[in-house]
């Protein structure tokens, strides 16, 4: 079982950064991959990125493409979501997720316009 916890959040401006944290702990040996979801009042939650460990790859949702990176930091079982340009549709609340099995409990970001 791995337990992931997301931070990071908050109410920023338009345009503003935010870094988002999702870090892990557990069986975290057996971590192959980590997604960064959101989900916005009255919305399915949406993939917004995702990183491969074996490689590094990442990938990205159009909407983000450009504006967010995805990282991780193996020595601090974080993976990160370096958000730029922030607009107000990115506001959500943010997960993380390894293997689409664990899940944390996400954290809100709110940009104002």
């Known amino acids: 079982q791995v337990q992931l916890v997301e931070s990071g959040g908050g109410l920023v401006q338009a345009g503003s950064s935010l870094r988002l944290s999702c870090v892990a702990s557990?069986?975290?040996?057996?971590?192959?991959?980590v997604t960064w979801f959101r989900q916005a009042p009255g919305k399915e939650r949406e993939f917004v990125a995702t990183?491969?460990?074996?490689?590094?790859?990442?990938y990205y949702d159009d909407s983000v493409e450009g504006r967010f990176t995805i990282s991780r930091d193996n020595a601090k079982n974080t993976v990160y979501l370096h958000m730029n340009s922030l607009n107000s549709e990115d506001t959500a609340v943010y997960y993380c997720?390894?293997?689409?099995?664990?899940w944390g409990r996400g954290t809100q970001v709110t940009v104002s316009s």
């Open positions: 990183i491969r460990f074996s490689n590094d790859q990442t």
């Open positions: 997720s390894s293997e689409l099995v664990n």
């Open positions: 557990g069986r975290t040996s057996r971590t192959y991959a």
